[in-house]
């Protein structure tokens, strides 16, 4: 009994106990510390420099600088021509469709032309009325010229008559001393003399009568000649009206929508429907800060919206004089109250290559995804006016 007692005593008191201390030192401990601090001071920055890496490829920044300058600020340009009539009327015909293809020349509207041929018949006729009257004037100079002759040979007629009774006069005058002739026939033969003299010069101012009568006619065929070149011009006038009532196409290309239809009144200048030709380009508003290493020549890749992004190929052509603010119709004047700078844009027109797939798509006013390739010299050429 006493030893089970013991032994109960001892294993109690062994339980009981309180388990020994872990033996630590404070000099183990503080170089974990500085270890975690130094790991994560690198990740910290091994995260800050991605993230900086990452901006600065982001923004295409040194060291990504990349030579590839792209900008979406891009269209697909055509040269769409508005067509309209030069005269107005009711329209009297329309065979062509939306957007159907026609060629230079196809007739795309008519206007009713019976008053303009009227008109030009008005003219042939007013050019006949001023033909003849020209042809009369012919006839007059040739009368006035005739007369002329005739007045010119009365007047030599008077003159010998003068002379005449001149010789009598002084005939008489010689024989009256000895009363061979009297008085009253030398006083005769005076008045013959006087009215001999008075005769030529009636003779004389009529033939200067007849001479500007001939230069009257002269000058007003000047003036009946312009008469004829008028009317022959009001005849080309009333052809060229006569021609403008039929609207045709100027060149080849696809028609828009349109928009006049059969018995409509059009006034001049009205607009009735667009043609686009097949020409293509692109115009490219880049920034000016990425046009210090674009030249012409430049190869150029562009994708089209349209087109579910069919990347294309061109190359760069021109490049604008001006940054498109100042082909604006207020020009921004940063003269005059507060300043705040804004990236110009230039416009860069692309000329697309041929012999590529899908070209046929194109249509102005797309929008697209231009990329130039500025690593590329390019071919500018040295002569200004070559631009």
């Known amino acids: ?63 990504f600088a990349s030579p590839i300058e792209s900008t979406e600020n891009a269209q697909v340009k055509g040269q769409t021509t508005l067509i309209g ?46 033909k003849a009257s020209l042809a009369n004037n012919l006839q007059q100079r040739r009368s006035a010229e005739a007369t002329i002759g005739q007045r010119q040979a009365e007047l030599q007629n008077s003159i010998a008559q003068s002379r005449k009774s001149a010789a009598d006069l002084r005939r008489n005058q010689a024989l009256v001393t000895d009363g061979s002739v009297s008085k009253s026939e030398l006083d005769v033969t005076r008045a013959a003399d006087a009215q001999a003299n008075a005769a030529v010069a009636e003779a004389k101012a009529v033939l200067q ?11 007003n065929r000047g003036s009946l000649e312009a008469s004829v ?36 009144y059009v006034n001049s ?44 190929r061109g ?16 020009p921004a004047d940063n003269a005059t109250g507060n300043f705040v700078k804004i990236s110009q844009r230039i416009p860069v027109r692309i000329v697309v290559d ?11 006013g797309m929008s697209v995804v231009v990329s130039i390739d500025t690593s590329v010299e390019g071919d500018e050429p040295p002569d200004p006016e070559a631009r």
């Open 229 to 264: 070149a008028n009317a022959q011009a009001a005849i080309e006038l009333a052809r060229i009206d006569l021609d403008n009532t039929r609207i045709v196409a100027p060149r080849d290309g696809q028609l828009g929508q349109i928009g006049v239809r059969l018995g409509a």
């Open 354 to 364: 041929a012999d590529q797939p899908m070209l046929e798509h194109l249509r102005p």
């Open 315 to 330: 190359h760069v052509q021109r490049i604008s004089p001006a940054a498109g603010s100042e082909f604006s119709l207020l």
């Open 1 to 63: 009994m006493f030893m089970n007692e013991s032994t109960t005593s001892d294993t109690e008191t062994t339980h009981s106990a309180p388990p020994p201390a872990p033996l630590t030192s404070p000099v183990t401990s503080k170089p974990r510390s500085a270890r975690k601090r130094v790991v994560s001071s690198v990740i910290f920055a091994a995260v800050a420099l991605i993230g900086v890496m990452v901006v600065l490829y982001a923004w295409q920044l040194p060291p």
């Open 209 to 219: 009568i007849a001479r500007e009568d001939l230069q009257t006619v002269i000058v």
């Open 269 to 312: 200048g009205a607009q009735l429907m667009a043609l686009v030709p097949e020409q293509r380009w692109i115009v490219a508003n880049m920034k000016e800060t990425q046009m210090a290493h674009v030249r012409l020549g430049q190869p150029v890749s562009f994708t089209v919206d349209a087109l579910d992004g069919h990347q294309m």
């Open 85 to 130: 009539p030069q005269l107005s009327g009711y329209v009297y015909e329309v065979p062509v469709q939306d957007f159907q293809f026609v060629k230079a020349g196809d007739l795309l509207v008519r206007l009713d032309d019976r008053i303009y041929r009227q008109r030009l018949d008005q003219a042939i006729a007013q050019l006949a009325v001023q």
